[in-house]
């Protein structure tokens, strides 16, 4: 009970700019800091979902001694969250007698947004203000079809395609069928924010993926080529791990874990429908996977997205993925923007690594840079619905200062990414990799239908 009073009361300070959530977390009375700031994160990142939730439900109308705040929580808990295991008090009971109408109304939210995921909230909005403006966003699945393709289809049916996208003025005036080539993502069609698209025949054959823009970044910014070893170490529930699919063109091998069945058994009915075959699914937790596993001994890429939990776990995920003996390249992405789960653990992994590995300057013409919290800050990425018309989010990318002198090492170029070698260099790759060429693990590509 003492949380979700804590909790409540910090969700108060804040939105009545009384102090930070940091600052108020850690001026409460409540022991357990971290427990409590992870609930209030996760509570103020669904906001507008709770708002709205819990005003069609007529909660507060029907339990007139219950606080907005303390109720925001403790819905949250109920519908997002642990679900009272182990507490909830004497609001337990209370909420549970209008659960079935707080989850019908989720529901139908849900509907109206054409979502599936709770996630999915986030990246349409979920009332009046800058998120509900965020785009219809639209991955094509380069493993079964190209974007020239798919644009050739949509015009077909109607759609009026406006080219590329020249800057963010041009995705907010999208209205009605026209679409847009994303201005950085050669694969990313954009639509109208209240564009359907889950009963189109393109996406339910697998051919389009429903990703936010800020989604497919953490990929994208990864670029392992084809034939690399990649680890996606929280991986559920597999857009990501299809689009580093994507860009393997199925050619090496992904490491998926995850602790969740349920959430591994839909991911894997995803990857299949998206013509995944390069891909490893474990449930297992990444902590627990050996770096010096002679299976892994040749990852050179590691996705990390960990979910919001304040116990640490993002903090010792990101440590552990930095040891692995043969890791080039890392991605540490999350969708909180708060500094605690983002340029924090970004600067505590980068001191424990003794300057093994540092941040990489990434897409310098990217509008919205890390807090700067420390030397370097400005490398990482944040989004968010009213900088970039994404959903929120924060990426870091951390590469390895020098090669390890036991792996022989490719390096790939990507445009802003990173810098061009020598022509030495390449010539030196060139013969390198024609060498090697034979030996390379290739996965048989799946056609779509």
């Not at 429903?210 to 392992?224: G, T």
């Not at 994507?246 to 894997?268: H, P, T, V, W």
Request: net charge positive; charged share 20%.
């Amino acid at each position: 009970m003492a949380l979700y009073a804590a909790a409540a009361a910090v969700l108060a300070g804040v939105e009545s700019r009384q102090g930070s959530i940091k600052g108020l977390v850690y001026a409460s009375s409540f022991q357990n800091v971290k427990q409590l700031y992870a609930l209030v994160c996760e509570t103020q990142r669904y906001s507008a979902v709770l708002d709205s939730v819990i005003s069609s439900a007529g909660l507060l109308r029907a339990e007139k001694k219950l606080r907005p705040h303390l109720a925001k929580v403790l819905v949250y808990e109920l519908l997002l969250g642990r679900g009272f295991r182990g507490g909830g008090g004497r609001w337990k009971p209370l909420l549970n007698r209008h659960q079935a109408r707080l989850k019908a109304e989720l529901a139908r939210l849900k509907v109206r947004r054409g979502v599936s995921r709770n996630e999915d909230l986030l990246e349409v909005g979920c009332g009046p203000g800058a998120a509900s403006q965020v785009p219809r966003f639209v991955r094509v699945n380069t493993l079964k079809t190209c974007s020239d393709d798919a644009i050739d289809y949509f015009k077909r049916q109607g759609f009026s395609y406006q080219g590329r996208a020249s800057s963010l003025e041009d995705l907010r005036a999208l209205k009605g069928k026209c679409f847009l080539l994303d201005p950085l993502l050669p694969e990313l069609l954009v639509f109208p924010a209240q564009t359907d698209l889950h009963e189109h025949p393109l996406y339910q054959a697998g051919h389009l993926i429903l990703q936010d823009k800020a989604s497919c970044l953490p990929a994208m910014l990864l670029a392992p080529p084809p034939g690399s070893h990649v680890i996606d170490a929280c991986a559920a529930p597999g857009n990501k791990t299809s689009h580093l699919a994507a860009l393997l063109k199925n050619q090496g091998k992904i490491f998926a874990f995850d602790l969740d069945a349920k959430r591994l058994a839909s991911m894997a009915t995803l990857l299949a429908r998206a013509g995944v075959s390069c891909c490893q699914l474990a449930e297992e937790d990444f902590l627990a996977v050996s770096p010096s596993d002679q299976r892994y001994r040749q990852v050179q890429y590691i996705l990390l997205d960990p979910s919001c939990s304040g116990s640490g776990f993002q903090q010792r995920a990101l440590c552990h993925a930095l040891t692995f003996p043969s890791l080039q390249r890392l991605v540490y992405s999350t969708c909180s923007l708060c500094q605690e789960e983002n340029e924090d653990v970004v600067q505590e992994a980068l001191q424990q690594s003794s300057g093994t590995f540092r941040l990489a300057p990434v897409i310098p013409s990217w509008p919205h840079r890390g807090l700067n919290t420390f030397p370097g800050a400005e490398h990482c990425l944040r989004a968010s619905p009213e900088t970039t018309l994404t959903g929120g989010f924060f990426i870091a990318v951390l590469e390895r200062v020098e090669v390890p002198s036991s792996v022989s090492q490719t390096e790939v170029s990507a445009p802003e990414l990173r810098s061009s070698p020598s022509p030495a260099l390449k010539k030196k790759r060139r013969r390198r990799n024609a060498a090697a060429a034979p030996s390379m693990l290739l996965c048989t590509k799946q056609e779509g239908n």
